[in-house]
């Protein structure tokens, strides 16, 4: 996934750090798009119009991305691959001979199996690290492990409490360069993603060109929204969100975010500095 992961665990059993990267192993060897020979990257390869069959963790990360598209309106697109190639990041960069609009349309889900109705390409960074700390979580609750905090890549799951009876306290990275209010939450059964322009990106001259590919426009987001924070039941789901609420920006964004009774910040960089968002759900919680 091009990124670290640790975990805190109250009384680990034996084989807990195997048992870990066993998980991990499984979900990049379907949804890396750097690894020549997943999952994904064939079914990316696989003539237009042919089914392919999927494995059951891959198939509910598409399903749940191809929801997500319909309720943002196309922000989270699990099937923008080509665009992110295109702008250089993704594994092979490539010229786009036409760009296709709404991508998540040429995705055609039946049963266990799915096809592209068009050459487009998956493409899960915005969702598969959220699924890897729900599916680390489901591994240890199988372990008998009640109190730890997973991280994955700044996603966050905490579960039960530490030695000190304390929750999980959680203090969400202020974006470089900008002044805001130290969010800090307390992770217990709770999930927590942060989507940020600070992280992935690269600059043209003096343009910064964001990793987050708007698909309406087929290009980087427009400058200004520097970071999302989501909370959620689902680190999958705080992840998908945090990235289409970062794509649609403050007002469509957290007007939705609103709307779903989410937990949000999000943090826009202004000529002053910084202006925070947040969502009445997650200042209920701050309360």
Same mark, same amino acid.
């Given at each position: 996934?091009?990124?670290?992961?640790?975990?805190?665990?109250?009384?680990?059993?034996?084989?807990?750090?195997?048992?870990?990267?066993?998980?991990?192993?499984?979900?990049?060897?379907?949804?890396?798009?750097?690894?020549?020979?997943?999952?994904?990257?064939?079914?990316?390869?696989?003539?237009?119009?042919?089914?392919?069959?999927?494995?059951?963790?891959?198939?509910?990360?598409?399903?749940?991305?191809?929801?997500?598209?319909?309720?943002?309106?196309?922000?989270?697109?699990?099937?923008?691959?080509?665009?992110?190639?295109?702008?250089?990041?993704?594994?092979?960069?490539?010229?786009?001979?036409?760009?296709?609009?709404?991508?998540?349309?040429?995705?055609?889900? /039946? !049963? +266990?199996?799915?096809?592209?109705?068009?050459?487009?390409? $998956?493409?899960?960074?915005? &969702? %598969?690290? *959220?699924? #890897?700390?729900?599916?680390?979580?489901?591994?240890?609750?199988?372990?008998?492990?009640?109190?730890?905090?997973?991280?994955?890549?700044?996603?966050?799951?905490?579960?039960?409490?530490?030695?000190?009876?304390?929750?999980?306290?959680?203090?969400?990275?202020?974006?470089?360069?900008?002044?805001?209010?130290?969010?800090?939450?307390?992770?217990?059964?709770?999930?927590?993603?942060?989507?940020?322009?600070?992280?992935?990106?690269?600059? /043209? !001259? +003096?343009?910064?060109?964001?990793?987050?590919?708007?698909? $309406?426009?087929?290009?980087? &987001? %427009?400058? *200004?929204? #520097?970071?999302?924070?989501?909370?959620?039941?689902?680190?999958?789901?705080?992840?998908?969100?945090?990235?289409?609420?970062?794509?649609?920006?403050?007002?469509?964004?957290?007007?939705?975010?609103?709307?779903?009774?989410?937990?949000?910040?999000?943090?826009?960089?202004?000529?002053?500095?910084?202006?925070?968002?947040?969502?009445?759900?997650?200042?209920?919680?701050?309360?």
């Amino acid at each position: 996934m091009g990124t670290s992961w640790s975990a805190q665990i109250v009384d680990p059993p034996a084989g807990c750090a195997a048992a870990i990267e066993a998980v991990l192993a499984r979900i990049i060897d379907q949804m890396s798009n750097w690894e020549a020979d997943s999952v994904i990257s064939r079914f990316n390869r696989r003539a237009v119009g042919d089914w392919m069959p999927l494995p059951g963790e891959m198939l509910t990360v598409l399903r749940a991305g191809l929801d997500m598209a319909r309720l943002s309106h196309g922000a989270f697109d699990p099937a923008v691959g080509r665009l992110v190639d295109h702008w250089g990041f993704g594994p092979a960069p490539r010229p786009l001979s036409a760009a296709i609009p709404a991508p998540w349309t040429q995705i055609e889900v /039946e !049963g +266990e199996r799915a096809r592209r109705l068009a050459d487009v390409a $998956l493409d899960f960074s915005g &969702i %598969a690290k *959220g699924f #890897a700390v729900d599916a680390v979580a489901a591994e240890l609750r199988a372990l008998g492990v009640a109190n730890f905090l997973i991280e994955i890549g700044g996603e966050l799951r905490g579960e039960g409490v530490k030695p000190d009876i304390q929750p999980w306290w959680v203090d969400v990275e202020a974006p470089p360069g900008l002044i805001v209010p130290t969010l800090r939450v307390a992770l217990s059964g709770l999930s927590i993603a942060t989507s940020g322009d600070y992280r992935r990106y690269r600059m /043209e !001259g +003096e343009q910064r060109l964001s990793h987050s590919i708007d698909p $309406l426009t087929g290009a980087p &987001i %427009a400058a *200004g929204v #520097a970071s999302v924070t989501v909370l959620h039941d689902s680190a999958m789901l705080a992840d998908a969100w945090a990235t289409a609420i970062t794509v649609m920006g403050p007002d469509r964004g957290m007007k939705l975010a609103t709307r779903h009774g989410l937990a949000a910040r999000l943090v826009l960089r202004t000529a002053a500095g910084a202006q925070e968002y947040m969502t009445p759900a997650l200042a209920v919680m701050l309360e």
